[in-house]
């Protein structure tokens, strides 16, 4: 998440940025009104009717090799005919555009819309969670495969950067032996061609669309792909789906899922117990991307942002709750 400082709408900025991409002209103050803020700052815009959505990010909170090894791997995906999000080249043929602007340094990118609908806003039937098991198995399989000339992080190199993030930010000392303890755990996995590639890392329902015309899942929003175990994608994928889901149906859903992905690609006997593993792996991460983002404090903030503050502070309590110490 973008640092709080970050997540004001800029249509003047976002404007400049489309310059650099052909737009409609006479829709584009409407739908600029629909953009929201997360990770990015994102607004969608019509091109000859057709949606598209422009990406901006400031240049502080981003690693241009790891956006220019998303959109590579998007490219790739695409000569691979894996239904996903398709980056849009600007006027000047290049997918990842530097801004200097009156509002600072910006990463801007166009991706055209995919089609269906978000996972989360279906019925979570058996069909569709195949369908969504099987997309994940076969972007892994996919990723066994690729050979990047920009290659995206490890989890090493995320480590590093935790690390640091909690030395900066003063956390508890229990959650730098947490990080420690995953540190090891995960460097005495062993580490192959089929366990190991170049994940989603966000491959969670509203992440993923299903076309009912074409019957298949379409993944969007690859930016924190890194080099992984794969079971990390399956853990983010099966936690996000089990919060979506009732107590009494998640035992179908997670079959359901599972079934999909084990269409195409073999899961590893002790996967079950692995996960727990990449589980605490990710809540270091959110952790330390947390306490990031709420660490600075400005005058006079707005009401929403004191809301929004108060809720990340509660994600990170939880955190480190659930470490012990």
Not at 173 to 187: C, G, I, R, W
Not at 203 to 224: K, L
Not at 298 to 309: A, I, Q
Request: glycine fraction near 4%; proline fraction near 3%; aromatic fraction near 14%.
């Amino acid at each position: 998440m973008l640092k709080l400082k970050y997540l004001y709408e800029n249509y003047d900025l976002a404007k400049f940025a489309l310059k650099n991409w052909d737009y409609d002209t006479d829709t584009l103050d409407e739908y600029l009104q629909h953009f929201r803020i997360s990770s990015n700052a994102v607004y969608p815009f019509l091109w000859q009717g057709n949606m598209r959505f422009l990406r901006l990010s400031p240049v502080s909170e981003k690693m241009e090799n790891n956006l220019k090894g998303e959109l590579e791997f998007l490219c790739y995906l695409q000569s691979r005919s894996y239904p996903a999000v398709i980056p849009v080249a600007s006027n000047s043929g290049e997918l990842v555009v530097t801004l200097d602007s009156i509002w600072g340094k910006y990463y801007a990118s166009v991706f055209k819309a995919v089609d269906g609908i978000c996972i989360e806003n279906t019925d979570f039937n058996e069909h569709i969670l195949f369908a969504y098991g099987r997309a994940l198995g076969q972007l892994h399989v996919l990723s066994t495969e690729y050979s990047p000339e920009n290659k995206k992080w490890t989890y090493r190199d995320a480590l590093l950067w935790i690390g640091k993030a909690l030395e900066e930010y003063h956390a508890p000392d229990k959650m730098l032996a947490e990080l420690k303890e995953v540190q090891q755990a995960l460097s005495e996995l062993p580490q192959t061609g089929d366990t190991f590639g170049l994940i989603h890392y966000d491959f969670e329902p509203d992440n993923v669309f299903w076309d009912e015309n074409n019957q298949c899942c379409t993944a969007i929003d690859f930016e924190d792909g890194m080099y992984h175990f794969f079971l990390v994608d399956l853990e983010q994928a099966l936690d996000a789906l089990m919060e979506n889901i009732p107590t009494d149906g998640q035992s179908i859903a997670k079959n359901a899922f599972l079934q999909g992905y084990q269409s195409v690609k073999t899961l590893e006997p002790d996967y079950a117990e692995k996960l727990k593993l990449m589980r605490r792996f990710c809540n270091l991460y959110s952790y330390a991307r947390l306490i990031r983002c709420v660490a600075e404090e400005y005058s006079n903030e707005p009401d929403w942002m004191v809301e929004l503050r108060e809720k990340l502070h509660r994600k990170i309590k939880l955190i480190e709750n659930g470490v012990a110490g």
